[in-house]
């Protein structure tokens, strides 16, 4: 699964979805990118959301999902 747009609705989706399947969490915002990253690297608990759960810029890796779901603001 790939979650594109990792706002208030999109983190919290790819976090659940983690707990038992493969999750791409993919913005445009490097930044966020970078901080979530960091943060999941230094979480300790829930190993399952650890090992299924990456994120990333790269658009590339959005074609590597069987599904996938947007969760952007819109105009």
């Known amino acids: 699964v790939c979650i594109i747009g990792l706002g208030y ?11 038992s399947l493969k999750v791409i969490g993919f913005d445009i915002e490097k930044d ?17 959301v650890l090992t299924n759960l990456t994120f990333t810029s790269d ?4 074609g590597k999902a069987d599904f996938i779901i947007i969760a952007v603001p819109t105009p």
């Open 59 to 62: 658009p590339k890796c959005i």
């Open 9 to 19: 609705v999109g983190l919290p989706l790819a976090e659940a979805f983690s707990k």
């Open 32 to 48: 966020k990118i970078s901080s979530l990253n960091k943060l999941n690297e230094s979480r300790e608990t829930n190993s399952a």
